[in-house]
């Protein structure tokens, strides 16, 4: 079970399936909510939002396909209200109504009830899954302005099945735009893997909280927009699910403000912060550079910067502000021994340490990062080559390493770490697995980039954008990581607020520019806006 922070409690939870029917189950038996009542706020909510966003949908036509179990009993009940406010409804079945659950079966009966008492007069039709040539000629006769997927909720964990996988290919085929309950049908809802075949969600209305799959692998684009229903379930209790494995918490502007702390009157450069990179080589001088200024805009008093002494001359031009110290070197790359001499008197001022933007690979130097690593005290990011130089040694340097570091890898570099067979269906689970078994914070990138600490928290970056899909914003992070650990920030919360910010910034820069033409660069400029815009203490 993952410990909860002051910084977690701003972050809102993504719930896996099993946490959702745990928090069903703890709100019906124990807090004493009937699931009949759960549904009904559930299905009155859903048809808000639909009416929200697509208008009051007086005197048109809405279809809604219902699986026969809870997913399908939402359907049922937003098929209700939404007879009632005037819209023209047809509910397709995909089973006989005997095979419907208990509550779905309920809700069945009271639209037969609206239909045979003639309240609903022609605007509501009930079939079952007729052949989908007929299906479309009823959709053709009728317009719809809208399709509803209640077909199967968060519960799928294989391929999708005829007639249902003929029937998403279906949906996914009309015009007009669809909505999905919960879940499109076809997405896991804790991995957003396409089990087979997907709906193909313009939006996409979820119970009490999101459900990971969502926020992770297709999700975002199969879900569409996202709207969440509170349905009644106590706060209390989605939090205390959200603490079981594969569940996670989005990165906000409020935990971030929590987090990152307005620096003291009286403070000074070594007071807020001492931060050590150590990277470049003769072809990649720019990302330490940027580690660098990422860390001063982030935050830390006082940063320095070691680099092999064939670059020093490049770097110390390119970092005005940053005093520099050159590494001895050698044809195989950075001495060990001598490096490490090298790094004592900048190493004793320190209270973070990033190895790894731009090293290079030479034999020599990946010995080097792996002594520093084993070796120093102080809190550690590890990124880039850094990463490179650990593969094969990472489970011993994990044993030996008792101060707390930051793991940053992509998925190519999560896999020389961890074996090039680990499987990445599931980041959230392996992020969280790999933590604790190297009792370290991982630092998963990707779309969307996960934090998970060693202790079984995992959080998620609160905002995505196709601007940082460009070369060199691992060296700003990286650079943001070491900063915020310098300022003291625990390892999990200054990793989290460094994907928060940068993604802001990224975010920023996309309000004002085509984000196609964003660069690294721009990030440090950016940083500092948003820091005023969104993040200061007033």
């Not at 991995?191 to 979820?206: I, N, P």
């Not at 110390?316 to 070197?329: C, E, R, S, Y």
Request: charged letters at 20%.
């Amino acid at each position: 079970m993952m410990a909860t922070s002051a910084f977690s409690d701003h972050c809102p939870p993504a719930l896996t399936a099993d946490a959702m029917r745990e928090a069903d189950r703890y709100t019906i038996e124990e807090y004493g909510l009937p699931s009949l009542t759960l549904m009904e706020v559930a299905g009155r909510g859903c048809t808000e939002r639909i009416r929200d966003a697509y208008g009051p949908l007086d005197g048109e036509a809405v279809m809604i396909l219902c699986g026969k179990g809870n997913n399908g009993g939402d359907g049922l009940v937003v098929a209700r209200h939404l007879c009632a406010a005037g819209v023209r409804v047809h509910v397709v079945l995909t089973s006989a109504p005997d095979a419907l659950s208990d509550d779905a079966a309920h809700n069945l009966s009271l639209l037969r009830q609206l239909q045979g008492d003639g309240r609903a007069g022609d605007a509501l039709s009930i079939d079952t899954l007729d052949p989908l040539d007929a299906l479309t000629t009823t959709a053709d006769a009728l317009h719809p302005r809208l399709y509803v997927d209640a077909l199967l909720g968060t519960g799928l964990t294989n391929d999708v099945r005829e007639p249902l996988r003929g029937l998403v290919s279906w949906v996914n085929d009309r015009e007009a735009p669809t909505v999905a309950l919960d879940v499109p049908t076809g997405l896991h809802s804790d991995t957003g893997a396409v089990l087979g075949k997907s709906v193909q969600a313009d939006r996409t209305v979820t119970m009490a909280a999101p459900k990971v799959g969502l926020r992770v692998g297709k999700g975002p684009v199969h879900a569409g927009a996202v709207d969440v229903v509170d349905i009644g379930i106590p706060p209390f209790v989605l939090d205390r699910v959200a603490t079981r494995s594969g569940c996670v918490r989005q990165t906000t502007d409020a935990a971030v403000r929590r987090g990152w702390s307005a620096r003291r009157h009286d403070a000074y450069k070594y007071s807020v912060g001492t931060a050590l990179v150590v990277g470049g080589s003769p072809p990649f001088t720019g990302a330490p550079v940027m580690a660098a200024k990422a860390a001063g805009r982030s935050g830390a008093g006082y940063v320095n910067c070691a680099c092999p002494e064939s670059v020093q001359s490049t770097l110390a031009g390119a970092l005005t502000t940053v005093p520099t110290h050159p590494l001895p070197v050698s044809e195989e790359g950075i001495d060990p021994n001598a490096g490490l001499s090298a790094l004592d008197g900048a190493l004793d001022k320190a209270d973070a340490l990033l190895v790894g933007p731009g090293l290079g690979r030479a034999p020599q130097t990946e010995q080097f990062v792996r002594r520093v690593v084993k070796e120093v005290e102080v809190p550690l990011v590890v990124d880039a080559d850094g990463l490179n130089a650990l593969a094969g040694h990472v489970d011993a340097i994990a044993e030996e390493r008792a101060a707390p570091w930051i793991l940053t890898p992509h998925a190519g570099e999560f896999r020389r770490l961890a074996g090039q067979d680990v499987d990445l269906t599931d980041r959230v689970r392996v992020a969280q697995t790999y933590a604790e078994r190297w009792n370290a914070v991982c630092l998963l990138k990707g779309a969307p980039s996960i934090v998970a600490g060693p202790e079984g928290r995992a959080l998620i970056g609160g905002i995505t954008t196709p601007a940082l899909a460009t070369a060199g914003t691992g060296d700003v992070l990286a650079g943001q990581c070491v900063g915020l650990l310098a300022q003291g920030m625990p390892p999990v919360e200054a990793a989290a607020t460094a994907l928060h910010v940068g993604g802001a910034a990224a975010e920023r820069y996309g309000a004002t520019h085509d984000s196609r033409s964003m660069v690294a660069t721009d990030l440090l400029d950016m940083i500092p806006r948003v820091a005023a815009e969104r993040f200061a203490h007033r």
